[in-house]
């Protein structure tokens, strides 16, 4: 029998950021790159306010996705906020 194999972490690049990393500014980085995180990240209480706070702040926002993938887009100011920092 042949056939092909798919493997799906169901873990976004967000997720997987060292704790020296977990700043808005590389957050923003690879939310651009990367915009979709796993709902099964989220018990991770870290990114539950980083994504809190980007969203507060009004650099991100919610986009419709299937489950079990939140996707989230850069707003103007979070596209703003990059060009700025590069």
Known sequence: MSG??????FS????D????Q???RIALNVLKK???????DMDKRWLQYLIRDLKRDGLIEELPESYPWIKFAL????EQQIKEEA
């Open 17 to 20: 950021l060292m704790p020296r």
């Open 34 to 40: 990367s915009p979709r995180v796993s709902c099964f």
């Open 22 to 24: 977990r700043s808005p």
């Open 12 to 15: 976004g690049d967000l997720a």
């Open 75 to 78: 707003t103007e100011k979070g």
């Open 4 to 9: 092909r194999i798919f493997i799906d972490s």
